[in-house]
């Protein structure tokens, strides 16, 4: 069982793909493809949206932006409206040189392209700030100053602070690059030793600080605590392991470094909405056979 890998209509020679359509239900299978996706769907309340290990159900409105990489879908699930919008923007990874992102001005966007590598959800009110300058963008003609209205889209979404990451890093297969050198060296050192127990002591000791001092700064600058970091990257690769093989639950949790089969389904639906098993259903009926 594979993910079918989507070949876009976006043509070699355009900025971008864009289509905006009316359908009365989600019939598309997990797909994953190079290309940058925006995504928007209105009237989509009960839908679930799949995007790498996160399912969400939705409300009435959605905004996503998704790197090239990362597995994805929207299905029917409870959703009942027959008139479903969806605009659906593709644009290649090259559109952006890395010369152009380098610059001051483009921080921002960079770090919004960055992070869509997980995927990026809006928030309710982030999407109605949003949705006169997307209609303004469709409504434009084809040519430069349609390419404009995009970029000017893109770069109000990167100062945008209402959204969350989707996917874990671990699951997408993603590094994101800490702006600390000692972050990193954790970091690293996480992804390394995940297996097994990690200490607190040992982590602070790794960038010479006390245990209170390393907490505090790790949490400042990741916005998370060590211990949920740990947490996200065992889970990230669990669930990578549920969808891609066929090991049982009992050896995937102690293979990700939990020592308790009930505290790793606690916790796995806790953080992911569902227990592995039914993850790994659901997973599993939304691939196909290519």
Request: net charge neutral.
């Amino acid at each position: 069982m594979n993910t079918i890998t989507e070949i876009t209509p976006l043509s070699e020679k355009d900025c971008f793909y864009l289509i905006d359509r009316r359908k009365s239900e989600f019939t598309y299978p997990l797909h994953v493809h190079d290309e940058f996706e925006l995504n928007f769907v209105e009237g989509c309340q009960g839908a679930r949206r799949i995007v790498g290990d996160n399912m969400e159900v939705l409300g009435d409105y959605d905004l996503v932006l998704l790197g090239g990489g990362i597995e994805h879908t929207w299905e029917q699930h409870q959703c009942t409206s027959e008139n479903i919008r969806e605009v659906t923007i593709q644009f290649s990874p090259d559109l952006f040189g890395e010369v152009l992102l380098g610059k001051n001005q483009m921080s921002s966007l960079r770090a919004l392209l960055d992070n869509s590598r997980n995927g990026i959800a809006f928030s309710m009110p982030a999407i109605m700030r949003h949705y006169n300058r997307l209609n303004d963008l469709l409504q434009t003609q084809p040519g430069f100053y349609r390419v404009v209205k995009l970029l000017e889209l893109l770069y109000e979404l990167s100062l945008e602070e209402d959204h969350h990451l989707l996917a874990t890093s671990t699951f997408a297969h993603v590094s994101h690059s800490a702006d600390s050198r000692r972050i990193r060296k954790v970091e690293e050192y996480i992804n390394d030793h995940f297996k097994e127990e990690i200490r607190l002591q040992k982590l602070a000791e790794l960038v010479g600080m006390t245990t209170t001092s390393f907490s505090r700064f790790f949490k400042l600058r990741t916005g998370r605590t060590v211990s949920d970091f740990i947490i996200d990257v065992r889970l990230g690769y669990a669930a990578r392991q549920l969808v891609d093989s066929t090991t049982s639950v009992i050896e995937i949790c102690y293979d990700c470094g939990f020592n308790n089969v009930s505290n790793f389904n606690r916790i796995f639906k806790k953080r992911k909405g569902c227990s592995p098993t039914v993850f790994r259903t659901t997973y599993t009926k939304r691939k196909v056979l290519v």
